[in-house]
Structures are given as structure tokens and as C-alpha cells.
């Protein structure tokens, strides 16, 4: 265990987010501040909805399992809830922002698109939100122990650590869509991401049956993936050419011959 | 950006530390006019704080650009500078962080307090721990209030030769001594065995090095890495030496302490930059070392049998140290400067949080906080153009989110994490 543990279930929850920040984030100042700015707003979502939950825990019966139980589930539904409505406040803010630097800088184009930061903030809420959820346990991971020793599935780790990875990514294909459906004016996206939110939270709740969960996890993952593919611009022609190596636009951008 | 880029490159250790009096380079951008009269702080705040931020040659481009992408290149430039801020002070907490979990020396609670927080904490009697702490930072800011004016005394009578010796061997004693107990803490961690003339090789050629790179010259890089251990270094005393309670409100009063001094028109540290500033001088960080030295000189002749004492009397030089490295948030035209004292409290900050127990989510909260305090005191400075305190907005964001985290969202996390619940 120890060691070996922490080394994989860190590389899997972070591995791919870590490699999108280093590929495509870090060398633009811009993108990293509103990343961490991102970060920043999920975390206040969170301490609200732990307010909450805090004050209604203080107020019911401590010994009644169930209530705490549902209590918590409550929490869940609300933090999934204030997730998503501080994600459209920072949204407002953005737009606000960009506005206001356009008119600013007497520019036609903005510093950074809207669909930039769609991705930086969604990946923003993912890195916090991860972290979060699997850092603790990860540090746990390090230490001597036995996992699963009172009879609770020997899986733990490592299937925290492909539910994080899940999450964080998650996150990121909800911010492309949910900026992009507020561009539109589609509120029936902005629906459906609030809604797959409150569904990945709440199969969670079937752990650590994990079949029950990871699955319907990872299949949301993939429609959300497809999704926001297509939001950001993919299409299947991009895809093939991308594959093949003949988007000519990217091999010039890139300096390589065809 | 590319010209930037090239910019850095060229900029080589011949030009990195030297004290240049030169008057500044006249901007060519009408937006860059308002800095000029900051040039001078940053002249002097230079060799304490320039290693953390890169030469400021972004700003120094001979391409003419156009009026109107004059404001793309300040906002990309403002955030490159916000950037390069970000990450010293990051480093600097990753490196608290990191050895607060591992080596405990740093956490172990000790008897001895600096004398600058004289009252006992008594952890059974909540409302006599609050007093206790409240006294303590009436000290500890009377203290640093005294001493400042004395600095300003001197340096208003130019007593340069003086403040120069002092800051160097001040700076010596931290380079050795400091990093030398701290060695020896990690290597009893580790169980190193060590023998005392490869540790003797070692101190020395890590503090000489520091010594020339920090006060003459030296690459760019490594003076940012002495300044980020010695900030660390200092941090870790703190975080040791001040009590529990204490250290929180001391964290609080000591921001208040930075607003007022910085931004009143009488405060002793506008007044010393104000006086820097009408004799054009860059001689600043020597006065930053400097009163430290007399009291340390001062007190090594009371008779303390306690070696453990010796770290009060270099504690306090660390305290004008911060005291004065601290206000210099300066946008300029060599970058943005942050005084050491701000990272040595940001990391107190965040080391604090990391030693109360396991939890890693409080450390996390607090780090980001800091950083987007940062970012807030930074578009400030942008907007109003004028030296700013760095402490206030930082340290109220870290010490709000340090409590609520601690006591509203562990819980929260911790019944999610126990049934495996996901938000």
C-alpha cells in the first residue's frame, strides 16, 4: 500500500487535468488567473453550502442516523445546487469583466475569448472541487493502515480517485457547455448541465456499490465530453482531419509539413 | 510576447543586483508616465524584493506600439507581473507547507515565546487566552511602531555606513544560523548521520553564496531562491515561536498596522519612502537589516543560559525585516515588487493552517485565498498606480477562509469523504 497507493490514485485523479494546465494554461498569465479565480468561486460555494448544512446539523437530533444521513444528502442536492448558480454568477462576472476591458482597451477583440474561459473556469471549479474531495484521502493513503478492515470495500482509493478524475473533468465540460448555452440564450443546456450535476452527485450515494456509481459517472462524462466538444467547435470532419494529420490550419500553425 | 521573452533572456547577472542610481528610463508609453514617480520605491525596496520579480524589461520594449494596443499589453503585461508574483509565493508556501508535515520540530510546542509576546498563554481558560493574546500583540506592534521611527530617525540622518553593517550581518547570522538549525531539524527527521565538517562545508557555501547574491550580485534566479528560503526560513520560526491564539491576532493587527502605515499621510513608512523618494536614493533595504542589528547587539549581552533564546534576539530583526519589506506593493516599470514580509506572513499563514491537524483542505483554502487577495491587491495597484499595503486583503480573505473552512467545511467534507458522497 502507502506509497505505490498514493503515487497511482494521485496520477489518476490528477494525471489529466495536471497535463491540460501544463499543455494548454500555463504559459498564458491571463488563463492561470482566471483559473485560480475559478478555484476561488467553487470554494465559496462550498463554504456556503457547508454553512448551511453546518446550522441545520446544530439544530436536528445528533444520535438519529438517518436524519444525519438525510441531512446530508440534503447538503449534497444544495451544494450541487450553489455549484452551479455560483458558476453562472462568475460567468456574469466574466462577461461583465470582458465589457468592460473591451471597451477599455478599444480593441475589437477581447484578450481572452469567452470560450477560453468557459474551459479555465471550468477546469478551475474541477481542480478545487477534486482537490477537495480526494487530497485528504489521498495524505490518508500515505500512512499505515488497512483499508476496508471493519468489512468496507477494499476499493476505496482507488475508486475515489477514478470518481475525482471523473468529477474534475466533468467540470470542465460543464463550464464549456454552460457558458456556451448563457451565450446563446439556451437555457434548456444550462438545464441539463444543472440536472447531470445532480445526477453523478446522487448516484454517488449508491457507494460502494461502485458499479452503481462509476458507470453512469463515466457514461455522463462521455455525452458531457461529446457535448462540449461540439460546443467549443469539434465536429467529426475536425476530428477526422485532426486524427490523420491533415487539418492543414493547425499542421501551418504548428510549423510542420503535412 | 515573444519580444518580452527575448527581453528576459538577455537580462544576465551583470545587470540583476546592481544598485543602480541611475535615474529611470523616461517612458514612451503615456500610462507608464504615473509610474515614474515609483520608480525610485522600487530602486530601493530593489535589492530585498527584486529578486522575486523579473526584471521589468516587459516594459522596457522598443517596439513602438500603437495607442490602442497599448492597453492589451498592459493588461497582459499586469497579469504576466501578477503571475510572476504568484509564483514566488507559492514556492515560498509550498516549501513552509512542506516541512511543517515532515519535520516536526516546527510544530512541537516549546515553553519559550519571543519576549516581544510576553504573556503565557493558558490553554484551559478561554476568556484569560484571549486577553493574553490581545497583550501580546499590543506588544508586538508597539514594538515594531518603535522601531520603525527609530529607522526613520536614522535614515533621516543618514547614518548609511552604519545600517550597512548591521543589515549585513544580520543577513549573515540568518544565512548561517537559520539555515544550520534548520538542516540539523530535517536531518534528525531523516535519521541522516551527518559529521560536522561536510555540515560545516555545506553551511558555508550555502550562506557565502547567499550573502553575494543577495547583497552584490548574482544570477537572477538564485537571488529569487535565497530570498524565497530565507522567507521561508522565517516563516518557520514564527510559526514556531508565537503562540497559538496569538499568532492569529497578531496575523490580523499586523495587516490593520500595514493599511495605516502605508496609506496615512503621517504613517513612518509613507514618511520613509516619501524621504527615499526626494533624495532618490536606493539605499532602502540596508535600513531594512539594519535596527534589527542594534537591538540583536543589545540583547545577546543579557544573560541567557537558554540557547534556545538566541532565537528571540534574531527574531526580532525579522520582525523590522518584514516591517519594512512589507509595504512595497510598487508597479513599476521593472515589474511589480513584494516585499519579503508579505510572503514571510502569507506563508506564516498558510503554515499555520497546515500544522493544525491533517486536514489539507484548510491549507488549500487559505493558499488560494492568499493568492486571489493577491490578484485583488495587484488590480488595485494597477488602478490607483500608488504604493499599497499587500498584507490587508490577503490576510483577511486567509484568515476568513482559514476559521470557515476549519470549522464549517472539514465536517461537511469529512461526512462526504467517510460515505464516499460526491459535490
Given amino acids: 500500500m502507502t506509497v505505490a497507493v498514493f503515487f497511482g490514485c494521485t496520477f489518476i485523479a490528477f494525471g489529466p487535468a495536471v497535463a491540460l494546465f501544463v499543455f494548454t494554461i500555463a504559459r498564458d498569465p491571463l488563463r492561470v488567473i482566471f483559473l485560480i479565480a475559478g478555484a476561488f468561486f467553487w470554494l465559496v460555494s462550498l463554504l456556503l453550502s457547508s454553512l448551511v448544512w453546518f446550522i441545520t446539523v446544530q439544530i436536528s437530533n445528533k444520535n438519529s442516523a438517518t436524519q ?165 467547435g469539434g465536429s467529426l470532419r475536425n476530428l477526422k482531419l485532426c486524427l490523420t494529420c491533415k487539418d492543414k490550419d493547425f499542421l501551418l500553425a504548428n510549423h510542420r509539413p503535412r | 510576447m515573444n519580444t518580452s521573452d527575448s527581453e528576459e533572456d538577455s537580462y544576465n547577472e551583470r545587470s540583476a543586483l546592481v544598485q543602480c542610481e541611475s535615474p529611470t528610463i523616461p517612458s514612451y508609453h503615456q500610462d507608464h508616465d504615473m509610474s515614474l514617480p515609483q520608480e525610485t520605491d522600487t530602486k530601493r525596496g530593489r535589492p530585498v524584493s527584486s529578486g522575486l520579480d523579473e526584471p521589468g524589461l516587459v516594459e522596457r520594449e522598443r517596439a513602438a506600439t500603437p495607442d490602442g494596443e497599448e492597453e492589451e499589453l498592459t493588461l497582459k503585461y499586469g497579469a504576466k507581473h501578477v503571475i510572476m508574483l504568484f509564483i514566488p509565493v507559492t514556492l515560498c508556501m509550498v516549501v513552509v507547507v ?50 520603525t521611527i527609530i529607522l526613520v530617525v536614522l535614515y533621516k540622518y543618514r547614518c548609511y555606513k552604519f545600517i550597512h553593517g548591521w543589515l549585513i550581518l544580520s543577513s549573515l547570522m540568518l544565512l548561517f544560523w537559520f539555515s544550520f538549525m534548520y538542516l540539523g531539524e530535517v536531518f534528525k527527521t531523516y535519521n541522516v548521520a551527518m559529521d560536522y565538517p561536510t555540515l560545516a ?48 491576532v497578531i496575523l490580523a493587527a499586523i495587516s490593520i498596522y500595514d493599511l495605516i502605515a502605508v496609506l496615512c499621510p503621517k504613517g513612518p513608512l509613507r514618511m520613509l519612502v516619501e524621504t527615499a523618494q526626494e533624495r532618490n536614493e536606493p539605499i532602502f533595504p540596508a535600513l531594512i537589516y539594519s535596527s534589527a542589528m542594534v537591538w540583536m547587539v543589545g540583547m545577546a549581552d543579557s544573560n541567557n543560559p537558554d540557547s534556545g533564546e538566541q532565537h528571540l534576539f534574531i527574531l526580532f530583526f525579522f520582525i523590522i525585516y518584514k516591517h519594512f519589506s512589507n509595504i512595497l506593493v510598487l508597479f513599476t516599470k521593472r515589474g511589480v515588487k513584494l516585499g519579503l514580509g508579505d510572503f514571510i506572513f502569507y506563508s506564516v499563514l498558510v503554515g499555520k493552517a497546515a500544522a493544525n491537524g491533517g486536514d489539507w483542505n484548510t491549507t488549500l483554502a487559505c493558499f488560494v485565498a492568499i493568492l486571489i487577495g493577491l490578484c485583488l491587491t495587484l488590480l488595485l495597484l494597477a488602478i490607483f498606480k500608488k504604493a499599497l499595503p499587500a498584507l490587508p486583503i490577503s490576510i483577511t480573505f486567509g484568515l476568513v477562509f482559514y476559521f470557515s473552512t476549519d470549522n464549517l467545511v472539514r465536517p461537511f467534507m469529512d461526512s462526504l469523504a467517510a460515505h464516499q458522497y460526491y459535490i
Fill in chain 2, 201 to 248: 562545508m555545506i553551511i558555508w557555501n550555502f550562506g557565502v553564496v547567499g550573502m553575494i547574491c543577495i547583497h552584490w550580485k548574482g544570477p537572477l534566479r538564485l537571488q529569487q531562491a535565497y530570498l524565497i528560503v530565507i522567507s521561508a526560513l522565517m516563516a518557520l520560526i514564527f510559526i514556531k515561536y508565537l503562540p497559538e491564539w496569538s499568532a492569529w
Fill in chain 1, 68 to 232: 444525519q444521513t438525510g441531512l446530508l444528502i440534503f447538503g449534497v442536492v444544495l451544494s450541487v445546487l450553489l455549484q452551479e448558480a455560483f458558476r453562472y454568477g462568475y460567468y456574469r462576472l466574466l462577461k461583465k469583466a470582458n465589457e468592460g476591458l473591451l471597451a477599455l482597451s478599444q480593441e475589437d477583440t477581447m484578450p481572452i475569448s469567452i470560450r477560453q474561459l468557459a474551459y479555465v473556469s471550468g477546469l478551475g471549479f474541477g481542480f478545487m472541487s477534486g482537490a477537495f474531495s480526494v487530497v485528504n484521502i489521498l495524505s490518508d493513503s500515505l500512512g499505515p493502515g488497512t483499508v476496508g478492515i471493519h468489512g468496507d470495500s477494499q476499493h476505496y482509493f482507488i475508486s475515489s480517485a477514478f470518481m475525482t478524475l471523473a468529477i474534475i473533468l466533468l467540470h470542465m465540460f460543464w463550464g464549456v457547455v454552460f457558458f456556451e448555452s448563457c451565450e446563446r440564450q439556451r437555457w434548456w443546456g444550462l438545464g441539463a448541465v444543472v440536472i447531470s450535476h445532480l445526477v453523478v452527485s446522487c448516484v454517488s450515494f449508491v457507494n460502494p456499490h461502485y458499479q452503481g456509481s462509476l458507470i453512469p459517472t463515466y457514461i455522463i462524462l462521455s455525452v458531457m465530453a461529446a457535448w462540449a466538444y461540439l460546443c467549443a
Fill in chain 2, 98 to 147: 512542506a516541512t511543517i508535515k515532515s519535520v516536526s520540530f516546527y510544530t512541537e510546542k516549546t515553553s519559550q515565546q519571543l519576549i516581544y509576546t510576553p504573556f503565557k498563554e493558558d490553554p484551559n481558560s478561554v476568556g484569560q487566552r484571549l486577553l493574553y493574546s490581545l497583550l501580546n500583540t499590543i506588544v508586538m506592534i508597539s514594538v515594531i511602531v518603535v522601531m
